[in-house]
């Protein structure tokens, strides 16, 4: 039976997933228009906080898509050992999803002409901190309670069973009565 987190967190990620790939792109065209000096295209315009709110938008984007991709794994697994790699590189987009968050706020409140494909990246990337965060603490939910994840008292992780039907380290071997090491 899925669990009540996985049943929320997938479609999330695909959501996130799909809107990462659209700031990519958005924002790598602003920036290579940015860049050739092209700030007088109608669609785009900009003002002082532009070339650092399109750096850190394309980093946090390629790091959403990386997170969601060992999300997708996560998803598929369900296991406490993948909550590892999924959890740790979506807090890392998270956070730099917030710093362009916070970037994308001071655009805005220094205002000047902004052309529709900017302001699709500002709104993308706002979005995209309230929903990340929402998938970050769906995914780790599974700590708190085995029915939203997979929890870390979880046995069944497929370790064969040791000498005479034991449970524990395969490494080690129990001791048997009467022997001397």
């Known amino acids: 039976m899925a669990t009540v987190g996985r049943n929320v967190a997938a479609p999330l990620l695909f959501l996130n997933l799909i809107m990462y790939f659209i700031v990519l792109g958005f924002a ?12 007088y295209h109608p669609s785009f315009g900009g003002n002082g906080a532009t070339m650092f709110f399109l750096t850190f938008s394309i980093l946090a984007a390629v790091l959403g898509i990386v997170s969601k991709l060992l999300g997708g794994n996560h998803m598929r697994t369900w296991r406490s050992d993948s909550l590892a790699s999924a ?14 968050f916070g970037l994308a706020c001071k655009q805005i409140h220094l205002g000047g002409h902004r052309g529709w494909r900017l302001r699709v990246v500002e709104a993308f990337i706002i979005i995209l901190t309230f929903t990340q965060l929402l998938y970050l603490i769906l995914i780790h939910a599974g ?15 497929g370790h064969g069973h040791g000498v005479g039907g034991t449970t524990g ?10 022997t001397r090491v």
Request: hydrophobic share 35%.
């Open 87 to 100: 959890g740790a590189t979506s807090m890392v987009a998270w956070a730099v999803t917030a710093l362009a």
């Open 143 to 157: 700590l708190y309670s085995s029915r939203y994840g997979p929890g870390y008292h979880d046995t069944d992780y």
């Open 169 to 178: 380290d395969p490494m080690h071997k129990p001791a048997t009565a009467g």
């Open 28 to 39: 790598s065209w602003c920036l290579n228009r940015f860049i050739n000096g092209q700030t």
